[in-house]
């Protein structure tokens, strides 16, 4: 085999390489937002129906925590409407840069629960988060103005 044959070999196995990594970053913001559409809107449905099993163990912190979210009489279904709602906008692809923004605050707490009281769950918080930022870096266009130091309103 010749030098040339080799080289023009190596040239169509890296062309080859390289369709196949753009056919995956085409595809990587659907199923990211497919993963975490479906986790939120099964969080939320669990909020509200509990048809996923409560732990049966938790450290004080963590429980004493959780209780005192139930105890306020809406917080809980607060945050399980929201995931419901944002979970279902992700998972229909309609208003996604909102229901990102909606959900940021919630995977925030799920993330610092996890990391100061409960770190077991701390690589599924992570996974949650690692999603989110993926989506909010795709979707970074949509936020530009929101994210503008100085603005002046809109003309009527």
Same mark, same amino acid.
């Given at each position: 085999?010749? #030098?040339?044959? &080799?080289?023009?070999?190596?040239?169509? !196995?890296?062309?080859?390489?390289?369709?196949?990594?753009?056919? !995956? *970053?085409?595809?990587?913001?659907?199923?990211?937002?497919?993963?975490?559409?479906?986790?939120?809107?099964?969080?939320? $449905?669990?909020?509200? $129906?509990?048809?996923? %099993? /409560? %732990?049966?163990?938790?450290?004080?912190? /963590?429980?004493?925590?959780?209780? #005192?979210?139930?105890?306020?009489?809406?917080?809980?279904?607060? !945050? *399980?409407?929201?995931?419901?709602?944002?979970? *279902?906008?992700? $998972?229909?692809?309609?208003?996604?840069?909102?229901?990102? /923004?909606?959900?940021? %605050?919630?995977?925030?707490?799920?993330?610092?629960?996890?990391?100061?009281?409960? %770190?077991?769950?701390?690589?599924?918080?992570? &996974?949650?988060?690692?999603?989110?930022?993926?989506?909010?870096?795709?979707?970074? #266009?949509?936020?530009?103005?929101?994210? *503008?130091?100085?603005?002046?309103? #809109? /003309?009527?």
């Amino acid at each position: 085999m010749t #030098a040339i044959a &080799i080289s023009r070999a190596e040239s169509s !196995v890296r062309s080859s390489r390289r369709s196949v990594v753009r056919a !995956v *970053a085409r595809r990587l913001p659907t199923v990211s937002r497919g993963l975490l559409g479906f986790l939120f809107f099964l969080a939320g $449905l669990n909020g509200f $129906l509990n048809f996923m %099993p /409560a %732990p049966t163990s938790m450290p004080k912190g /963590a429980l004493d925590f959780m209780v #005192a979210m139930m105890q306020t009489g809406y917080f809980m279904q607060l !945050v *399980a409407g929201t995931q419901l709602v944002a979970g *279902a906008l992700l $998972l229909v692809n309609r208003y996604v840069p909102l229901a990102l /923004a909606l959900l940021a %605050p919630v995977i925030v707490n799920i993330v610092a629960f996890h990391a100061f009281l409960l %770190p077991s769950g701390l690589v599924m918080a992570g &996974i949650v988060f690692a999603l989110e930022l993926h989506l909010a870096i795709t979707y970074r #266009a949509a936020y530009r103005s929101m994210l *503008a130091a100085r603005v002046s309103p #809109a /003309a009527r």
